[in-house]
């Protein structure tokens, strides 16, 4: 039984998304632990107030809001949010790519206040920058910091670490 | 702000009242307090990095070291992140025994937190005895796993004992004899004129704010909402059983203090519940490529010593795909975003960590209230360094 | 109260007669010190939480002459590092070690503040003996709480049988100097 609630629900939902962001939305998977849409980033802002703002939808939680760097795709980085309503329980997951020279993306902030620190720190690990953000600087890092961390070609260990031999260390 | 009138307080990082190091930088008229300028990542790890260059059984110590009161939640929350990414189902043993760990450690959790508020308050009396109750859990943890406070407790696919007739006896004496301590406990505080002057209406949020804010846990809940990840989508058999959830009003200092206070009580009766009906079965799932064969087997079978073999040099990928699973930790929802690309390690994992969100709504709340206020509101949130920055 | 089921010690060496003790000046001020140490707990992360363990009621850090806390670092003797400390943090432990008089001793409590324990990352500080200079080291993720005593007991020896004049000697100050504090 519950399995048909969350076909009916994401057939629903994906039916109110197309309707209204019929080119915003690349893709849109159902297969997947929750809805997952792929959207342009232009549309962003419009589809997560759509989401949040209308009646029948109302996904008024904003779980995370994370960053991700597929080095081998076109669109290098990527912004991932989970949104959550808590009426029926309903997750959705919303993913937008951005180029690797001019990864901006407008800010949910004045939706959410939660995104507030999010952002910082999708900024702080991945260099992305969110147009419109109270306080755009590094939360979680040291402010001299010159590069952004997460991102695939930068190693974990400290590169100017001159005691630990790479050979017997497994790096 | 140049103005003259203003003072500007440095609290922190190292600081007596601010239990983990986070830097509060105070603009003060006076004792009141205008505005609050947050830095934090002073303990920063890099759990992010890290995770992607471990192999998922390695994670579970990382998550051991977020919220360090209260490890086995994490540990188990990670597990079951994992077994979902496999697709494992586990035994109503495995599921009955993760629940008793969850709400002992959700118990002491709430219990430092607790006595912390008495401390900053002036009461450092209920914490030498709110501590003594907390070594008995530890005992309880090393007859598990043979830690006391970064656990590394359980498997993904279960747990690596099972619960010998020794820990059984140990979990009722001790739920039999928290009860004292804590009324105890509550006698100190709970309806102290002191105290109740010095936490109501101390620091509140409403409702609303609370879930612009992205709060969960006992913080949401004393603003009003109850929202609990163990009703809303309930994991590890929670839903067999019936316990209450407990919202304040306000959500206030004192409604903070109550809350936890009362989930405490239910954690008890949860856990008495699933120790009474424990049901027979395996302790472990069959996850052949995470579960590390017994080592009877291993020197004995060839197919044993191949898993083991496979297992410990790493050769194991899990499948692609990509999955959210959360649990109700101390401190609210802490959910794992997890994407694999079919290698050994993760390719991208995100912790929802519950203190990094719910800290940036400090500066509202202790806008307009004195000092001595902002101490006692910093530490009835539960802010938990490790959980802070990762 | 039986005397016979506890140890006694020893007093230090010294010509004794009736209404008389007499020994050496810095067995004397050793002994005091030693007895005596006011600890500032640096707890940064989940050693914090077993030096707790250690200052309850089971383990009692109180025992040792440590009852008192200070975390202000201008009446503190002993600096107990416990916990990871970030390069973001590493200044402030260095402000707080030159905020302290001398003579002043320095803990290493936990794997992270020994070497940086499980996190070698670009963040982490890969021992707290990069910045300041270091007695004792107690290993263990995290230490249990009487591996925080055997090492607060090493401390006690440390300092009983420290020089009087250690502080001002030529080697002391170079060792500073290598760590670049004046």
Redesign the interface.
Same mark, same amino acid.
């Given at each position: 039984m519950r399995r048909d609630k969350k076909n009916l629900d994401s057939k629903f939902l994906t039916g109110k998304l197309k309707t209204r962001f019929t080119e915003d939305i690349i893709a849109i998977d159902e297969h997947? @632990? /929750?809805l997952?849409a792929v959207v342009k980033k232009e549309a962003i802002h419009e589809v997560i107030r759509f989401l949040k703002e209308n009646e029948s939808l109302g996904f008024?939680?904003?779980?995370?809001l994370?960053g991700?760097h597929y080095p081998d795709q076109e669109l290098q980085l990527g912004v991932?949010y989970?949104l959550h309503r &808590?009426s029926d329980?309903s997750?959705i997951?919303i993913k937008t790519f951005l180029p690797l020279d001019n990864p901006s993306v407008p800010t949910v902030t004045d939706l959410?206040?939660?995104a507030?620190? /999010?952002e910082r720190?999708t900024y702080d690990?991945y260099g992305i920058l969110f147009e419109g953000h109270p306080n755009l600087k590094?939360?979680?890092?040291?402010e001299y910091l010159d590069y952004f !961390? /997460?991102r695939k070609e &930068? !190693?974990?260990? @400290? !590169?100017t670490?001159k005691d630990?031999d790479n050979r017997f &260390?497994g790096r | 702000m140049s103005d003259n009138r203003y003072t500007t307080l440095n609290l922190g990082p190292t600081h007596p009242a601010t239990h983990g190091i986070f830097q509060n930088v105070l603009t003060l008229d006076g004792e009141r307090i205008i505005d609050t300028e947050q830095t934090i990542g002073y303990i920063h790890r890099a759990f992010e990095k890290i995770a992607e260059r471990r192999p998922y059984y390695q994670i579970t110590t990382l998550t051991d070291r977020m919220n360090y009161c209260s490890s086995p939640i994490n540990n188990i929350g990670w597990h079951m992140a994992v077994e979902k990414l496999l697709g494992v189902k586990t035994t109503k043993r495995i599921d009955y025994m993760r629940i008793i760990l969850m709400e002992l450690a959700r118990i002491t959790d709430h219990l430092i937190c607790n006595s912390v508020i008495g401390v900053d308050s002036g009461a450092l009396t209920g914490f030498i005895y709110v501590f003594q109750e907390r070594e008995k859990v530890y005992e309880i943890y090393e007859l598990l796993c043979g830690a006391r406070l970064t656990t590394n407790v359980g498997r993904i696919g279960g747990f690596e004992r099972d619960f010998s007739p020794e820990v059984i006896t140990k979990i009722y004496e001790f739920l039999d004899h928290l009860p004292k301590v804590l009324r105890q406990f509550e006698k100190l505080l709970l309806r102290n004129r002191i105290f109740m002057d010095r936490t109501i209406n101390v620091g509140p949020i409403s409702a609303e704010r609370a879930m612009n804010y992205g709060f969960t846990g006992p913080n949401l809940r004393a603003a009003g909402v109850d929202y609990d990840v163990r009703v809303t989508s309930p994991y590890s058999s929670y839903d067999d059983f019936d316990f209450a959830i407990p919202v304040g009003t306000q959500g206030d200092t004192y409604d903070r203090f109550c809350v936890r206070q009362e989930e405490v009580w239910q954690s008890l009766k949860l856990i008495r519940n699933a120790l009474d009906n424990l049901p027979e079965g395996k302790y472990f799932a069959d996850v052949p490529e995470f579960y590390l064969p017994p080592k009877e087997e291993v020197y004995n079978k060839m197919e044993a010593l191949i898993w083991h073999f496979k297992i410990v040099m790493g050769e194991i990928g899990a499948p692609v795909g990509e999955i959210y699973h959360s649990v109700e930790a101390g401190n609210g929802e802490l959910g794992f975003y997890l994407v694999s690309d079919g290698g050994r390690t993760p390719y991208r994992l995100h912790f929802r960590r519950p203190c990094f969100i719910y800290y940036q709504a400090l500066p509202e709340m202790i806008r307009g209230g004195v000092l001595s206020d902002a101490i006692l509101t910093m530490s009835s949130m539960n802010v938990i360094a490790g959980e802070l920055d990762g | 109260m039986k005397t016979a089921s506890y140890n006694k010690v020893d007093p230090p060496e010294g010509f004794t007669s009736p209404g008389i003790f007499a020994t050496t000046f810095d067995k004397v001020v050793g002994l005091a010190r030693k007895n005596s140490i006011w600890p500032l707990p640096f707890a940064t992360s989940c050693c914090g939480i077993e030096f707790m363990a250690t200052m309850g009621a089971h383990y009692d850090l109180g025992r040792f002459g440590a009852e008192r806390l200070s975390f202000s670092p201008r009446q503190a003797d002993l600096l107990m590092v416990m916990g990871t400390i970030a390069k973001k943090m590493a200044p402030v432990v260095q402000q707080v070690y030159v905020q302290m008089a001398e003579p002043r001793w320095v803990i290493a409590v936990g794997a992270c503040a020994a070497s940086g324990g499980i996190f070698d990352t670009y963040s982490v500080l890969q021992g707290i003996d990069r910045i300041v200079p270091v007695d004792v080291y107690v290993p263990g993720c995290p230490p249990r709480p009487e591996q925080i005593i055997d090492g607060f007991m090493k401390i006690q020896e440390l300092v009983g049988k420290e020089s009087l004049r250690r502080r001002y000697s030529q080697e002391y100050k170079d060792l500073l100097e290598s760590y670049g504090i004046r």
């Open positions: 997947s @632990d /929750m997952t008024t939680f904003l779980t995370t994370c991700i991932i989970h &808590f329980n997750r997951r959410f206040s939660a507030n620190w /999010m720190e690990f590094r939360i979680l890092n040291v !961390p /997460m &930068f !190693p974990l260990e @400290d !590169p670490r630990k &260390f | - | -």
